[in-house]
């Protein structure tokens, strides 16, 4: 591209900021995560509408920080290659001054060999900020070129703090109609999900759809040169209906007639990288364990209401299962601690989450949406102390939409959290 060509289309983004940011914005915790001050490159990744880009702009913002602003997921910017990116910057020095030390670029990874150029701005003092929605593009390229010299912050759509900020509804103070309020609140979010601008569009069946062909069609098709499209999607379909279930190859291999057990890997793979489905392993010493048993959730349960062929009930147990793995995710990943699921035989109690530290089991935690009745209580503490005799874990958790209180069973204690409480991390201790 044209230098001019360039200028002119960093200019007119300069024009567009004042109008990236709404005024109602949450304040979300990831935004403590970006360090600005730091000479590593901060890295922000995340599935597509997220809110990466606002995170960014609001942490520089708050921070009264000058910066610069080139968004390269614009169809001006289509056919930059890495050898245009100088031009970039000459543009970026004519736009925002020489003087500008944090620079900020969104979706760089859509230009290939980007990495050469973001390292030669650090090496010279620059503090960069960059986003991307594609996990193992930004990852495997940033841990060969930049290494030691960048620090990922993994966003995902709203928690359920998030979302009651969002819609304005009172956390900390519990008369009887803001309970009410809360628990129709979580209802809603299960059904919602977190996408920051779902609730507020008309056509959220099509928001969902056009969002999930742009993540299969640019985030994996374009990227890994996928010509089977509607396989593709076929099968991240599937999934998406069948989220928190067990993957099983053999069956997809047969079901959709997409390729090789090496093809429909893949595919699961790019999903994976492109974070519209979470995935989750068996807890296991054994590699080939959790490689053979590994389920697949969603990225957010939005995409289980408001997508075209959904087939998936609004069963709110499986939504709630969902939701609190996302949530684990947000509060183990920065400590480094993993999150596994506990099934060690085909004839032992599965156990939804188990948190591991350092190849420690350090929490067990089961989670129902409903445990009014005896019988199903009895059964959920049952396979946390099962779970708990197997491993030695004391620390055992059932979320659940019930009153928080502690049950025993066979001598065991176990910890009834409410899961309004869990999610708000109301006394939660996680």
Same mark, same amino acid.
């Given at each position: ?33 970006i %360090? ?9 990744? #995340? ?6 880009? *606002?995170?960014? +702009? ?6 009264? @920080? ?41 979706? @760089?990874?859509?230009?290939? #060999? ?7 701005? =650090?090496? !010279?003092?620059?503090?960069?900020i ?12 940033? %841990?060969? +070129? ?8 993994? $966003? ?20 009887t109609?803001n309970?009410?309020t =809360? ?16 609730? *507020?569009?008309?056509?959220? +069946? ?20 996928i ?10 379909? !599937? ?40 995935? $989750?392993t ?7 364990? &959790? ?5 697949a959730?969603?990225v957010? *349960? ?5 997508? %075209?062929?959904? $087939? ?18 947000? &509060?183990?990943?920065?400590? +480094? ?9 085909? &004839? ?16 067990l @935690? ?37 009153? %928080? ?26």
């Open positions: 591209m044209e230098s001019n060509e360039i200028y002119k289309v960093i200019l007119d983004q300069r024009e567009e900021l004042p109008f990236l940011v709404e005024d109602n914005y949450v304040m979300r915790p990831e935004s403590d995560l %360090s600005l001050d730091n000479k590593q490159a901060q890295v922000v990744i #995340g599935v597509r509408r997220s809110g990466k880009s *606002t995170l960014c +702009h609001m942490a520089l913002l708050n921070a009264n @920080i000058p910066y610069a602003y080139v968004n390269f997921d614009d169809d001006r910017l289509a056919s930059l290659t890495v050898e245009d990116l100088n031009r970039v910057l000459e543009g970026i020095y004519r736009v925002y001054g020489n003087d500008i030390k944090h620079i900020f670029f969104d979706e @760089i990874q859509n230009v290939e #060999g980007w990495h050469l150029f973001v390292n030669r701005l =650090l090496r !010279h003092g620059l503090r960069i960059i986003t991307g929605s594609n996990a193992k593009l930004l990852s495997s390229e940033l %841990s060969t +070129h930049l290494t030691g010299r960048y620090n990922e912050i993994r $966003l995902y759509p709203f928690s359920f703090r998030d979302y009651c900020a969002y819609k304005n509804v009172v956390t900390d103070t519990p008369t109609k309970i009410a =809360l628990k129709n609140a979580l209802d809603e979010y299960l059904i919602e999900g977190g996408f920051p601008e779902l609730s *507020t569009v008309e056509d959220k +069946h099509g928001y969902v759809g056009s969002l999930i062909d742009a993540i299969i069609t640019k985030d994996i098709m374009k990227r890994f040169r010509r089977n499209g509607s396989g593709l999607k076929t099968l991240a379909n !599937h999934l998406i209906n069948n989220a928190g279930q067990r993957v099983n190859m053999t069956e997809l291999v047969e079901t959709f007639k997409i390729g090789t057990d090496k093809t429909v890997r893949s595919y699961l793979d790019y999903l994976t990288q492109a974070f519209l489905m979470v995935p $989750l068996k807890f296991s010493y054994k590699s080939s364990e &959790r490689l053979r048993n590994s389920k959730y969603v957010d *349960t939005g995409m289980l209401t408001y997508r %075209s062929d959904n $087939l998936s009930s609004e069963n709110l147990g499986w939504r709630l299962e969902n939701a609190v793995l996302l949530e684990l995710l947000r &509060r183990n990943a920065p400590a +480094h601690r993993d999150v596994f699921y506990y099934r060690p035989t085909s &004839r032992s109690r599965e156990v939804d989450f188990v948190i591991s530290e350092r190849g420690q089991v350090v929490e @935690i089961q989670v129902a949406y409903e445990v009014s009745s005896p019988k199903t209580l009895s059964r959920e503490l049952a396979s946390l102390v099962e779970a708990s005799n197997k491993t030695g874990c004391k620390r055992l958790t059932l979320v659940a939409c019930a009153d %928080s209180r502690t049950e025993e069973l066979d001598g065991v204690k176990i910890n009834v959290v409410s899961a309004i409480d869990w999610l708000l991390d109301n006394d939660s201790d996680n």
